[in-house]
């Protein structure tokens, strides 16, 4: 009897019509975004963690790349979230965008062997103001191990020795090898290094640079080439300042005659070195120092690596002035929100990634080694 109902519904061809819209829509309500796919819209095409994932580290971040390029202002915590717990509880943390992949940093490592969900909502957009379909969730389940740290991946800021939105100073001479920029500024802000344009007008060369130099008003592509580095490097900055941190206030903000491990370490207030502080650890380890001020290096102190750590795996996060006295050497990449200043004879093996100005009086400043 059911059945010759079902069959004489199905007869009814706005009835069938429907059945099958009805259908289609609870198969897409499923947590994957894919749906969207054939009307235009951006879609989830993967998700880290896979779903149902387990033994994840506790120190992992959360990631996920759309189908094409998004409005970064559309990803953020309200947009991008992560709960766990029967009553949804949020985990603090900071989202990311880059190259179609937007990362979740939880700002506290997960628990130990627990279940988390992840949540993209349909607030997110592309270039064009369109939104996923539906919102894309999946979850996972932790570990009791911590994964090695990750280096922050600088982008396009990563071809720079130096590269600074306000402007570049020096007090002859100073030597630097890799290349230095300014963007969105003029060239003009470049100061004490003699440059010469080359025929191309696409940069520019300096007795004192061994590499190029690059500014906002030089010929194409340098222009967008510089727009993509500086964003790269704000995106940096905020990678490092959101991972979550293994030390909280060690030394109560002065690390002067500390060997310091691998990890990612935070300070509140500002850093201090007064005196030698050695990072030992290999070639693969990572160090990210999160700095709520400034980070002071007195003259003569220096940062020293052993044991084969490299300067490319070390990242300075400072949201206020660095700031390197006379002969002082550091390793490492520095992130700052503002200005950095290396005093006579102060020396990197890095990189100087300012969101601000940097200034240097008769330093040397050598990039690392990818």
Known sequence: MIMMQLKTILREPRTAVLLLALAATACSQGGSSANGKNLGLPTVISNSPSNAATGVPPNASVRATF????????????????STGVLAVPVPG??????????????????????????????????????????????????????PGVAVDLGMAGDFAILAKAGISTVPVSAITG????????????????????????????????????????????????????????????????RAADVIELGAGNIGGLTLAPGVYRWSTGL???????????????????????????????????????????????????ALDTTAHLNGIVLSATAITLATGASINGRLLAQTAVSIDGSTVVEPLP
């Open 67 to 82: 189908s094409e390029k998004m409005d970064s202002t559309t990803l953020n915590t309200s947009t991008f979230t992560l």
């Open 94 to 147: 900071t989202v990311i965008y880059a190259n179609s992949t937007a990362v979740f940093w939880p700002t506290i490592h997960l628990a130990n062997n627990a279940t988390y969900t992840a949540t993209i909502t349909t607030g997110v957009r592309d270039l064009s103001s369109l939104g996923i379909k539906f919102s894309h969730v999946w979850s996972f389940t932790t570990g009791d191990v911590l994964a």
């Open 179 to 242: 290349d230095i920029g300014v963007s969105p500024v003029a060239a003009s802000a470049i100061t004490g290094f003699s440059l010469s344009l080359d025929a191309s007008n696409v940069f520019s060369t300096s007795a004192q640079v061994t590499g190029k130099v690059y500014s906002a008003d030089y010929a194409a592509p340098t222009p967008s080439n510089l727009t993509t580095s500086v964003h790269d490097m704000e995106t940096a900055f905020t990678d490092a300042a959101g």
């Open 272 to 322: 201090l070195i007064p005196t030698d502080v050695t990072l030992t650890g290999s070639a693969t380890d990572v160090w990210v120092f999160q700095i709520a001020q400034g980070l002071t290096m007195d003259s003569a102190t220096n940062v020293v690596l052993s044991g084969g750590a490299l300067p490319a795996n070390v990242f300075w996060q400072v949201s206020g002035v660095v």
